[in-house]
Each structure stands twice: as structure tokens, then as C-alpha cells.
């Protein structure tokens, strides 16, 4: 079964600051990469995903993928107290996504 | 605009009693999903759907049913609730296919006293 886990748990970053979160999975033969960020008490809304190793761009965000190494990551430039939340990452290797344990941020003014 | 609507937003129950939650969908996707949030484990599937009068076991089945009588509406059940089943559930909808993220309801946050 698919596992899928996240580091670190929480993160304060300041405002401007360079914000890289981590998501491991197990399953060799997945093929869809998601990120999802979620407010608190809302629902959680797709990012962006990769579906290929490699890099994407989307604004101030980025998605590094490495399925040798079973390893997907967010990278969020100039970081804003807006993107405070929880991140979940998510993997699908099937019919549905399994979900990791998601990164709390935080970005202090 | 495509949207996932759960009731009841909130719902305290007693140990024991029946609980239904109810999610209603107008993307017209063929595919829908029941989750449980708790601190330190994400989202964990419950139940899904491919269609009007399937469903289908995800990772923690255990207490709980589904049922999907149309291809609009897909509820979740707590035949006997427990205090363990205290959380927030979400529902999704999405399109068969890993290369569309389901778009999720607001939750419902479920208390069993």
C-alpha cells in the first residue's frame, strides 16, 4: 500500500523567504504528483501538480519531482503571510490520491 | 460553477446513535470520495464511488457505509457511532483519471460525545 509522508511537520518562514517543503511516497509505479493548500477551516484546493521528473514553474511556485529517489517537493519564492496554511501533498497510483500528513507554514511578517 | 455542497456543516451525535452525511455534487463527475482529516494523519480515504450505485472501500473502512443513489448525491454512514469517529469528514468529486484533482466540499466536523 501506497505510503506517503511529509517534512517537516510546521515551518515559520519570514516574509520573503525562500519556503521548500518535502513528500516522500512508495510506490514506484505512481503517476500523478499533487500539492493542495488548505486554509484554515476550508477545503483543500489543488496547487499545482508534475506528472513527469523534472521541474514546474507556475508564479512564485515550483514542483521538483524524482521518481528515482521517490521524492516530490514544493518550493515557494518570496514567501507572503497569504500563504500561511497547511500543505498536503498527494500521490495517485490507482482510482484515488493518497494524502501525506501535510506541512503547517507559517510566514511572519 | 462546479461545486461540492456537504451537510450538515456540524453535527454532534451521541455515542451509539446513527449518524448520515450527506454530499451533493453538480460537476457532473463520474467519481466520488469520502475522507476523515485528524491532526498528524491527513486525509484518509473512507469510501469512494465510480458511479450512481457503486461503492467502493478505501483505506479505513472499518464503521462506516456509503451510498450512492444517483450520480449527484453520496452519503456516509455511521451505523453505530464512536467517539473515535470524531473528526472532520470531506467529501470529493472528481473525474476518473489521475491528471484531475477532485474538487472538495467544506467538511463537516463531526463530534461523537
Known amino acids: 500500500q501506497q505510503n506517503v509522508q511529509q517534512s517537516p511537520e510546521s515551518l515559520i518562514v519570514p516574509e520573503g523567504a525562500r519556503t521548500s517543503l518535502n513528500c516522500t511516497f512508495s510506490d514506484s509505479a505512481s503517476q500523478y504528483f499533487w500539492w493542495y493548500r488548505q486554509h484554515s477551516g476550508k477545503a483543500p484546493k489543488a496547487l499545482m501538480?508534475?506528472?513527469?521528473?523534472g521541474e514546474k514553474e507556475e508564479g512564485r511556485f515550483t514542483i521538483h519531482l524524482n521518481k528515482a529517489s521517490l521524492h516530490f517537493s514544493l518550493h515557494i519564492r518570496d514567501s507572503q503571510p497569504s500563504d500561511s496554511a497547511l500543505y498536503l501533498c498527494?500521490?495517485?497510483?490507482?482510482?484515488?490520491?493518497?494524502f501525506g500528513t501535510g506541512t503547517k507554514l507559517q510566514v511572519v511578517p | 460553477e462546479a461545486a461540492v455542497t456537504q451537510s450538515p456543516r456540524n453535527k454532534v451525535a451521541v455515542t451509539g446513535g446513527k449518524v448520515t452525511l450527506s454530499c451533493n455534487q453538480t460537476n457532473n463527475h463520474n467519481n466520488m470520495y469520502w475522507y476523515r482529516q485528524d491532526t498528524g494523519h491527513g486525509l484518509r480515504l473512507i469510501h469512494y464511488s465510480y458511479g450512481a450505485g457503486s461503492t467502493e472501500k478505501g483505506d479505513i473502512p472499518d464503521g462506516y457505509k456509503a451510498s450512492r443513489p444517483s450520480q449527484e448525491n453520496f452519503s456516509l454512514i455511521l451505523e453505530l457511532a464512536t467517539p473515535s469517529q470524531t473528526s472532520v469528514y470531506f467529501c470529493?468529486?472528481?473525474?476518473?483519471?489521475?491528471?484531475?484533482?477532485?474538487?472538495f466540499g467544506e467538511g463537516t466536523r463531526l463530534s461523537v460525545l
Open positions: 470529493a468529486s472528481g473525474d476518473q483519471g489521475g491528471n484531475q484533482a477532485p474538487l
Open positions: 501538480s508534475i506528472f513527469s521528473n
Open positions: 498527494a500521490v495517485n497510483s490507482g482510482t484515488y490520491q493518497r
